[in-house]
């Protein structure tokens, strides 16, 4: 069983177009990570949200947290090549009372951008 | 910058054998984690380590065993290798194992057991 469902797992779009991915749960979490991950290379985190509702901006990406903490999105505007590759939600939640941070990913979606 | 560095980027191994996969980090962190990369599956987590010597299992422990008696090293174990262990294998380690704490990690090792 999947905690976490990242959709679409495959993207592929023209440089310029703006673009969502969406990340879904029925559990809670602690807080919510995006990464990215290049061929050939370990995902590096893109950044980290842990209030409810709460909005990160990145240049071009906007990143949300849902108010209940159990979703999340990543929007991206005018998407560029330099844009593609593996894009990854991880969940951490919290065990009991001891907060073990422990990561949930997501399926990942693999996003292509063509110039 | 943080590092964390795996011993080789490709392997090809036989049924069978015991594999070891190393994993270094030079930033001195608390917690190591060995995850397994599968398309569509995302990365699942075979085994952590908060400490020297410590570990527990993560969600898909079976068939590995691990190894930390250093700090900066974590190593995988692959008792006796099968094929549906072929896969690409990421190391990660962190300041702290709360929620939020940032994960590095290795440039992977990929695994094909033959």
């Known amino acids: 069983t999947q905690l976490l469902e990242q959709s679409p797992q495959f993207l592929s779009i023209q440089e310029g177009e703006n673009l969502t991915v969406y990340c879904n749960s029925s559990s809670v979490f602690s807080s919510l990570q995006w990464y990215r991950q290049e061929p050939g290379e370990g995902p590096v985190l893109l950044v980290t949200v842990v209030t409810g509702g709460e909005v990160k901006k990145l240049k071009r990406l906007t990143f949300q947290f849902g108010d209940a903490r159990k979703d999340s999105s990543l929007h991206i505007t005018a998407a560029q090549p330099g844009d593609t590759g593996l894009y990854l939600c991880a969940g951490a939640r919290s065990a009991g009372g001891t907060s073990y941070g422990k990561l949930t990913f997501g399926q990942g979606t693999i996003l292509t951008v063509h110039p | 910058d943080v590092k964390v560095t795996q011993s080789s980027r490709y392997l090809v191994k036989r049924t069978g054998e015991k594999v070891f996969l190393e994993c270094v980090q030079d930033?001195?962190?608390?917690?190591m984690f060995w995850y397994r990369q599968d398309p569509g599956l995302g990365l699942r987590l075979i085994y952590f380590?908060?400490?020297?010597?410590?570990?527990e299992k993560g969600d898909i422990p079976e068939g590995y065993s691990v190894s930390r008696e250093k700090k900066e090293r974590f190593s995988l174990i692959l008792e006796s290798a099968s094929t549906n262990q072929t896969s690409m294998y990421l190391c990660?380690?962190?300041?702290?194992?709360?929620?939020?704490?940032?994960?590095?990690f290795g440039q992977g090792t990929r695994l094909t057991v033959v």
């Open positions: 380590s908060y400490d020297v010597k410590m570990k």
């Open positions: 930033m001195d962190h608390e917690n």
């Open positions: 990660a380690s962190s300041l702290e194992y709360l929620p939020g704490t940032e994960a590095f």
